[in-house]
């Protein structure tokens, strides 16, 4: 993080935790007056103050803030004891909790003012710490409450807490998709349970939800994954996955995921977390008991034998970086040991604390064991490894240790020789965890860059310029930049209506001119009868026509010296100008608006794990083209379609392991989801190798289920056998399952994807697999369109479904089944008219010795439409037709033209569809 990064950060912070102090001291003045007045301060009072503590101290735990964590920490175990023991608040205890405040205060205004922590709060907390020490439980009779009345305090105090509104929309954006990452990491891990990189990953994952759950008050979410971070903590201690932590880790992210998805929907019926919470809780026990329970009864002095932090570290890939990291750049290593107390309280924040304090002035490589899974009631002396790469000296490093009850042990600095050779033995034992080229190649590189960046103070990451944007924003902007296209037509038909009145402009002065000449012959002709023959009416005559040859000698001078056909050249330029500027604005909102594909591939790793798991079934699931980009609302419609897909080619497509291997085939099956680019659409394929799809099964199942009759059935191909698939209550599932049987889906399937303009290709071989692709536009907002009319109305049509436009005489035309059809290239197409498929109104012309024909297509057939006029191609913006037109069929959404025009925009695939 570079140091502006962390002072904006710092500066966020500070805005929020202002808002936090204010209201604990609110309620820290109600904690006074109910000790001066002997009584009890309300539970859900008590609960606030516990929770505010918590959430600064979560948010300053984000961005290292150390002091002001541990003074959070032991505030918010004081109103923790006090609310725990039902106990009330004494002359010292709210003298502690307004001198932590202030110290608080302190701490804030040296963030504001001087950008580090300067106050020194080691006092207060020793005081504090002493305090909770000297505490003990009230007598057993008078820590006992009426159940009922416990459990109405626990509701009243949780359903006091206010989720944060001003921050949630934030939150659920970001929770939904570490809900999805850590869904496909922790299915990766299950693969490959020894990457201890994907387990660092999982572990920062949950810790920054647990994290953003506790700062807008989401505490159901906040305890689940607290309880799922201390098992990756456990797990990341010892460097390998457990194979039965899978299931509760699982439970609990969908637990997480419920939640969230109730917040979405703005559910007032809370998720159960609880169950989850304690299964979670009692598998951490299970794990720790031992080791916790030993450590209670041993006082530790410096065993002969302890964890060796360097050869773990050089085991470890992030931590062998940073120690490659240190060799490069010649900064020192050193394995620190210190030593708690005996009598130490609070083990876990002096641990944490030793642990800022170092981090302030290096990297920490490696801790053993972590402060949070140190047992704070544990008896006995406890010793504490470190690895530590720093640019200090040995006498520099001894006041970073300085904390009460913590004893230094030892320092000792690791030589450069001794790291080599360890690194040396790793990469040629593959046996120790060695790497493989690619990791040493990239290893092998200077990464000064990343050690600097993870030194606090220092920055050597390049800064990203990156802000969050609503979706409906970008909407707006996206319409903003259609009406600019529109506009755009709009200038251009006035240029083009201005050009005209040129044109007609010269005709007129050539008009003039020849006018100007027909007189000048008069004239001279008069003049002449004027000199022979002397008459007044003649005089008269000739001196109006000298007058009306003035007059156009005027007209025509000032028709000469008019700008108006360079001021329509310069409007035509702008205009120009204009059409380009509006392209760019509307390609740079377009790009705004893409989205990579891996948002909706990610989540098919858990989904493909799950069913085949209960299905019995060994299937891996390839991902090709995540980072091909889409337009997002076209993302978030594909997620329902896909999902429908792969639980089919699970469900139909992949054989069991028993089966493959009758078959010959690999026990595993293999479903591949793809996305690539072609012309102005996204194709995706969804591919197995399963048992295929059966074209006379998939019609018998038709007919049997009165789809389709028999006759029907054998005039179809066995590509149009495959579409009966499509049809609404199609299935050829012998009972109904969770997962298929009830006629409901390739139906819906492609209503979907044919509502975003796209359409569904399938190919099948028996015993090989299916494969569907799906293709869809880029977006649906601006599209190239073909300009028809049809009974004296215009219409637009996509131009990516025209494939030519042809002239039909009508003695190429014949009746096929009593449709009129040509031959177009040895193939038959047929011929359509608008008013027959969408019920148009009005008389087309008739007499036409040539019929022009748009031919369209859907990918698999095409036919030809039979248009009036074509007026050309132009860019249009898609406009939503209301809800009374949504069963108009045929057509999609409509468009206004550069004159202002309503245009309907026609739907090629319904269209087609409507023919048959």
């Known amino acids: 993080m570079s140091t502006s990064e962390r002072q904006e950060i710092i500066r966020e912070f500070l805005t929020e935790a202002q808002t936090h102090m204010r209201k604990l001291e609110e309620k820290l003045l109600l904690a006074r007056t109910?000790?001066?007045?002997?009584?009890?301060?309300?539970?859900?009072?008590?609960?606030?103050?516990?929770?505010?503590?918590?959430?600064?101290?979560?948010?300053?735990?984000?961005?290292?803030?150390?002091?002001?964590?541990?003074?959070?920490?032991?505030?918010?175990?004081?109103?923790?004891?006090?609310?725990?023991?039902?106990?009330?608040?004494?002359?010292?205890?709210?003298?502690?909790?307004?001198?932590?405040?202030?110290?608080?205060?302190?701490?804030?205004?040296?963030?504001?003012?001087?950008?580090?922590?300067?106050?020194?709060?080691?006092?207060?907390?020793?005081?504090?710490?002493?305090?909770?020490?000297?505490?003990?439980?009230?007598?057993?009779?008078?820590?006992?409450?009426?159940?009922?009345?416990?459990?109405?305090?626990?509701?009243?105090?949780?359903?006091?807490?206010?989720?944060?509104?001003?921050y949630l929309e934030v939150y659920l954006d970001d929770t939904e998709q570490n809900i999805e990452h850590f869904n496909d990491d922790l299915v990766a891990l299950e693969k490959d349970p020894a990457n201890t990189d994907m387990i660092n990953t999982l572990f920062r994952i949950m810790h920054t939800i647990k994290?953003?759950?506790?700062?807008?008050?989401?505490?159901?979410?906040?305890?689940?994954?607290?309880?799922?971070?201390?098992?990756?903590?456990?797990?990341?201690?010892?460097?390998?996955?457990?194979?039965?932590?899978?299931?509760?880790?699982?439970?609990?992210?969908?637990?997480?995921?419920?939640?969230?998805?109730?917040?979405?929907?703005?559910?007032?019926?809370?998720?159960d977390t609880a169950p989850v919470v304690q299964a979670l809780k009692a598998y951490v026990e299970g794990l720790v008991g031992g080791e916790k329970s030993k450590a209670k009864k041993e006082v530790r002095s410096v065993p002969a034998e302890r964890i060796n932090l360097l050869e773990k570290a050089v085991q470890l890939q992030a931590e062998r970086r940073a120690l490659i990291q240190a060799v490069d750049h010649k900064n020192k290593v050193y394995q620190i040991t210190v030593s708690l107390e005996e009598s130490a309280s609070l083990r876990s924040m002096k641990a944490l604390l030793v642990e800022e304090h170092l981090k302030n002035k290096g990297i920490v490589v490696l801790m053993s064991p972590r402060p949070e899974f140190i047992d704070d009631s544990a008896q006995g002396a406890l010793l504490i490894d470190i690895l530590f790469c720093t640019v200090l000296k040995e006498k520099e490093i001894i006041p970073l240790l300085s904390v009460g009850q913590v004893n230094i042990i030892s320092i000792e600095q690791i030589t450069t020789t001794k790291i080599k050779e360890l690194m040396e033995e790793q990469f040629k034992n593959p046996s120790l965890g060695g790497v493989d080229n690619k990791t040493k190649e990239d290893e092998s590189t200077s990464l000064s860059s990343v050690l600097q960046g993870q030194v606090r103070g220092t920055s050597s990451l390049t800064q990203t310029a990156a802000i969050r944007i609503e979706a409906h924003k970008l909407d707006t902007l996206m319409n903003l930049s259609g009406e600019l296209v529109t506009i755009r037509a709009q200038f251009e038909r006035l240029v083009a209506l201005l050009s005209e009145e040129i044109l007609s402009q010269r005709d007129f002065m050539r008009s003039t001119a020849h006018i100007k000449s027909s007189f000048v012959t008069l004239t001279r002709d008069l003049r002449s009868l004027t000199a022979s023959k002397d008459s007044p009416v003649l005089r008269r005559i000739l001196k109006q026509a000298d007058d009306l040859n003035i007059h156009f000698d005027h007209l025509e001078q000032h028709i000469s010296q008019s700008y108006l056909a360079g001021e329509i050249h310069s409007i035509d330029e702008t205009t120009g100008i204009l059409g380009k500027v509006a392209s760019d604005i509307q390609a740079a909102v377009m790009?705004?608006?893409?989205?990579?594909?891996?948002?909706?591939f990610i989540r098919f790793n858990r989904i493909v794990r799950d069913i085949a798991k209960d299905l019995g079934k060994d299937i891996h699931l390839l991902l090709e083209g995540e980072e091909t980009e889409l337009d997002k609302n076209l993302v978030d419609s594909l997620g329902e379609p896909l999902t429908h897909m792969v639980r089919n080619a699970i469900d139909h497509g992949i054989e069991d392991v028993a089966t493959r291997?009758?078959?010959?085939?690999?026990?595993?099956?293999?479903?591949?989801?793809?996305?690539?680019?072609?012309?102005?659409?996204?194709?995706?394929?969804?591919?197995?190798?399963?048992?295929?799809?059966?074209?006379?099964?998939?019609?018998?199942?038709?007919?049997?289920?009165?789809?389709?009759?028999?006759?029907?059935?054998?005039?179809?191909?066995?590509?149009?056998?495959?579409?009966?698939?499509?049809?609404?209550?199609?299935?050829?599932a012998a009972q109904v399952t969770g997962l298929s049987g009830r006629g409901v889906g390739m139906d819906v399937v492609r209503n979907m994807i044919v509502a975003i303009n796209g359409f569904i290709d399938i190919t099948s071989e028996i015993g090989q697999g299916t494969t569907f692709i799906l293709?869809?536009?880029?977006?649906?907002?601006?599209?190239?369109?073909?300009?028809?009319?049809?009974?004296g109305e215009i219409y637009a049509l996509p131009l990516e479904a025209v494939t030519e436009i042809i002239k039909v005489a009508d003695d190429m035309i014949y009746s096929i089944d009593g449709n009129d059809t040509v031959k177009l290239r040895d193939e038959v197409l047929s011929l359509i008219e608008l008013k027959d498929v969408i019920h148009l109104r009005g008389t087309r012309q008739h007499g036409q010795t040539l019929k022009r024909v748009v031919v369209i297509s859907d990918g698999n057939s095409q036919v030809g439409i039979v248009v009036d006029k074509l007026i050309g191609e132009s860019e249009i913006v898609i406009k939503a037709l209301s809800h009374h037109f949504f069963n108009v069929k045929g057509i999609s959404g409509v468009t206004i033209l550069g004159d202002g025009q309503i245009s309907l925009i026609l739907d090629p695939k319904l269209i087609i569809m409507e023919s048959r």
């Not at 006992?144 to 206010?162: M, N």
């Not at 059935?713 to 495959?722: M, Q, Y």
């Not at 293709?775 to 009974?791: E, G, M, R, S």
């Open 211 to 271: 994290g953003s759950s506790g700062m807008v008050n989401v505490v159901d979410v906040q305890e689940v994954a607290h309880a799922m971070e201390n098992i990756l903590a456990i797990v990341r201690e010892k460097g390998e996955a457990l194979p039965d932590m899978f299931l509760p880790l699982f439970q609990g992210i969908d637990v997480i995921n419920s939640r969230v998805l109730s917040l979405r929907r703005k559910e007032k019926v809370p998720i």
């Open 775 to 791: 293709k869809i536009p880029l977006t649906l907002a601006i599209i190239q369109a073909l300009l028809i009319v049809v009974d």
């Open 661 to 732: 291997q009758k078959w010959g085939k690999a026990p595993r099956g293999t479903i591949l989801l793809k996305a690539f680019h072609e012309g102005n659409n996204v194709c995706v394929e969804v591919k197995d190798d399963g048992k295929g799809l059966d074209p006379e099964v998939l019609a018998n199942s038709a007919v049997k289920k009165k789809l389709i009759t028999e006759e029907q059935s054998k005039r179809l191909t066995d590509r149009e056998k495959l579409d009966l698939m499509f049809l609404p209550g199609f299935s050829t």
């Open 34 to 166: 109910s000790f001066q007045e002997g009584t009890e301060i309300a539970p859900q009072d008590m609960e606030r103050m516990f929770q505010t503590v918590h959430t600064i101290k979560g948010a300053a735990s984000l961005i290292g803030l150390g002091k002001i964590v541990s003074m959070a920490h032991q505030l918010g175990t004081l109103f923790k004891h006090i609310d725990e023991y039902n106990l009330r608040f004494t002359e010292e205890s709210v003298e502690l909790s307004w001198a932590a405040l202030e110290a608080l205060k302190a701490l804030m205004k040296d963030l504001e003012e001087k950008n580090e922590e300067a106050t020194d709060v080691e006092e207060i907390l020793a005081r504090m710490a002493k305090f909770l020490g000297a505490q003990s439980p009230l007598p057993l009779d008078t820590q006992k409450k009426d159940d009922k009345e416990k459990t109405s305090k626990k509701v009243s105090s949780s359903s006091s807490l206010e989720i944060d509104e001003k």
């Open 591 to 600: 790009q705004a608006r893409m989205v990579p594909i891996k948002g909706v």
